[in-house]
């Protein structure tokens, strides 16, 4: 029987990425994301909420791309897996487990303002772009092939020339 490990969350940084760069010359990012469940109580009708804390990690390309554009704060979209990693404390010489999800698939949400760098109300605001954000880690197996898109016909010529707004495109994605 086959078994599945996917995580898919969408959430808020808590703090900027830790970067990490072996001597091979390959990255990784490590990031906490905070998911937030919100309810109202049944009995009280007050609004209740619970955070959850997940330890990301970024490897490869993806970790170049987080530490570039990711900030506190930022929103994101992660698909990956659950990985536990035992490892022995320095100190105590006890065994100890953490549990960390590793990021192959990564989408920027939120707004577009700051990309180019950080912003200038110093809370380091970077966002993501809505449509174009989305990064792929390397996969072991090829990717399947997209369909190319259907070619455009030919847009008529305006006949108001100077006006410039007629040979703007339509599909403007905002």
């Not at 959430?11 to 900027?16: A, F, S, V």
């Not at 009708?45 to 170049?64: I, K, M, S, Y």
């Not at 809505?130 to 369909?147: E, K």
Request: net charge neutral.
């Amino acid at each position: 029987m086959a078994s599945v490990n996917k995580v898919i969350l969408v959430g808020n940084l808590g703090r900027d990425p830790e970067m990490r760069t072996f001597p091979s010359g390959d990255q990784v990012a490590n990031v906490t994301l905070a998911t937030t469940d919100k309810w109202r109580d049944k009995q009280s009708g007050e609004p209740r909420e619970h955070t959850e804390w997940h330890r990301l990690v970024f490897n490869g390309r993806l970790a170049e791309i987080a530490g570039q554009y990711l900030r506190k704060g930022s929103q994101i979209y992660v698909e990956g897996s659950i990985r536990t990693r035992k490892w022995q404390d320095q100190a105590t010489g006890q065994d100890r487990y953490s549990t960390e999800i590793r990021v192959d698939q990564m989408q920027m949400l939120g707004s577009r303002q700051g990309m180019g760098g950080p912003s200038d109300d110093g809370g380091g605001g970077y966002g993501g772009g809505g449509d174009g954000g989305g990064y792929d880690a390397p996969r072991r197996a090829a990717p399947a092939p997209r369909a190319a898109p259907a070619p455009r016909a030919p847009a008529p010529a305006a006949s108001k020339p100077g006006s410039g707004f007629d040979d703007m495109d339509d599909d403007i994605p905002f």
